[in-house]
């Protein structure tokens, strides 16, 4: 069973922020959370990776619910180039079993 | 450059041949994953590695083999036993231990034919 749970699709206006929401309500402790997204017939690229606290990086941010089961992914100023799928996944530090859902493919519109 | 090297890019097979996916990592990662996907879907992994001589199921991994006999490499067997193995095959590495990253190659596409 999939560890989290996205949206299939969402369209953001190029200059918008984008805000993508992702559902894992049955997440440990140990579990981090990470966003990637893959850019059609590429390889996965990560973006951004949180425990508790809010996180941001050059490419996003992270916010992460008190309660730790929600998230959400924010591309404040969505370009074209940032229209691809995005994947939330959940991943414990000391077990490599990383599991990918279907993701929430993004459409960044002029 | 460090980075994780899928090869080839487009592969052909005809069907009942085994085919063997290469992927090769100089970001000296102990884990390794090996994952498939088919038009518009996600991910599913196939197995994973995490270290030398030691390997383990994922989600698909019937027609399937792998070996680690080496840290760099994690290569993928594709048997005549995987009824679909048309699809399109992605290989990460990420550092064992701590909360760090996954990287990705660019992919191997196989068609079975």
């Known amino acids: 069973d999939a560890k989290t749970t996205q949206p299939t699709s969402m369209d953001c206006a190029e200059g918008r922020a984008a805000n993508l929401p992702c559902n894992h309500s049955?997440?440990?402790?140990?579990?981090?959370v990470y966003w990637y997204r893959q850019i059609h017939s590429q390889g996965p690229q990560y973006i951004i990776h949180g425990l508790k606290n809010n996180e941001t990086n050059e490419m996003a941010s992270l916010i992460i619910t008190e309660d730790r089961k929600s998230s959400t992914l924010i591309l404040p100023h969505a370009t074209l180039r940032d229209t691809a799928v995005y994947y939330c996944i959940v991943r414990v530090v000391h077990n490599n079993d990383m599991r990918f859902g279907a993701g929430t493919r993004l459409t960044v519109k002029p | 450059d460090g980075g994780i090297t899928q090869s080839p890019k487009y592969l052909f097979r005809k069907e009942g041949q085994n085919v063997t996916l290469s992927c090769e990592q100089n970001?000296?990662?102990?884990?390794m994953y090996w994952y498939r996907q088919d038009p518009g879907q996600g991910l599913r992994l196939i197995y994973y590695s995490q270290i030398v001589n030691d390997f383990q199921k994922g989600d698909i991994a019937e027609g399937y083999s792998v070996s680690r006999e080496k840290k760099e490499s994690f290569p993928l067997t594709v048997t005549s036993a995987q009824k679909n193995p048309t699809a399109f095959y992605l290989c990460?590495?990420?550092?064992?231990?701590?909360?760090?990253?996954?990287?990705f190659g660019q992919g191997t596409r196989l068609t079975v034919v």
């Open positions: 990460a590495s990420s550092m064992r231990e701590g909360n760090t990253e996954a990287f």
């Open positions: 049955t997440i440990s402790g140990n579990e981090y």
């Open positions: 970001l000296n990662h102990d884990a």
